[in-house]
């Protein structure tokens, strides 16, 4: 159980990220970024190596693998404390990745995308981060609808949590998916009602980092979006976020630690 929201650092091994800061040039770069992230406060390390932005392209397991495979063993290798998370659909990269310092599997699709990942993290016995996701990446930016989107979540994680379950994974995060098929009335009306997941009894990952949501919204750049983000990491820890998936995680770690002394406060014993 997690008792103190955790912040889960960003870094891209892939070219083609929306946020290019993000992105690690070459391993010493990797490595380096890594350890800004953890000096920064990160609890998790989350290593991707292929974009899942709104219209990218896939790469297969194997290339996928010659990306993150190196990131993942020096990091480890640098920082042997440090938990790193796998952020990949295929279950092949996330065999090779547990098996190069990883202790999470982080998948957007949920096993959609490869019917092997549900067993093969199963019989990893690491945690697994379940996302919803409405269509792919290639398709879910395309007029997605939902007749009742909370429920429509409810029911879907309760279906995918039970088949994790029988499949052996112990320890299940889920994470609503926000802009992976959503609009960004479904992104904020989610947010609105995001305390609902927490029938689910399991930890609640939100990843809102510089995403579209914000930026469009607020009529800026991507670049300028620290402020907006570090805004709905707010909102989202106060309606029950126990995780948070950013690329600025100082200031994530600051809000953490804000609504913890919100959250912890008593009342003020003052001196007459």
Do not use: W
Not at 60 to 80: D, G
Not at 180 to 196: Q, R, S
């Amino acid at each position: 159980m997690i008792t103190k929201p955790l912040v889960m650092g960003i870094i891209n091994a892939t070219p083609d990220s929306f946020y290019n800061k993000s992105i690690a040039d070459g391993l010493d770069d990797a490595v380096s970024y890594a350890g800004k992230l953890l000096n920064d406060g990160a609890d998790i390390l989350d290593i991707g190596g292929q974009s899942t932005r709104p219209g990218s392209e896939r790469i297969n397991a194997a290339e996928e693998t010659e990306r993150v495979l190196p990131v993942i063993e020096a990091v480890h290798e640098k920082y042997p404390a440090a938990i790193i998370s796998i952020d990949t659909y295929h279950s092949k990269v996330a065999s090779d990745a547990v098996a190069a310092g990883a202790s999470i599997v982080n998948d957007i699709s949920s096993g959609s995308m490869d019917p092997e990942m549900i067993a093969t993290v199963g019989s990893l016995k690491v945690p697994y981060v379940c996302m919803h996701i409405k269509g792919t990446p290639e398709t879910m930016h395309k007029n997605p609808q939902y007749d009742d989107i909370i429920k429509e979540l409810l029911d879907y994680f309760i279906a995918q949590t039970t088949t994790c379950r029988e499949a052996g994974i112990n320890d299940i995060i889920i994470d609503p998916g926000f802009g992976f098929g959503k609009t960004h009335e479904h992104n904020f009306y989610l947010l609105k009602h995001l305390d609902v997941f927490r029938m689910l009894d399991k930890p609640i990952l939100v990843g809102l980092s510089r995403k579209g949501t914000i930026y469009k919204t607020l009529g800026i750049t991507v670049d300028d979006a620290l402020n907006g983000t570090t805004t709905l990491n707010t909102i989202a820890l106060m309606n029950g976020a126990s995780l948070l998936r950013v690329h600025d995680v100082k200031e994530a770690k600051q809000a953490v630690d804000l609504f913890m002394a919100y959250k912890n406060a008593g009342a003020p014993h003052d001196k007459s």
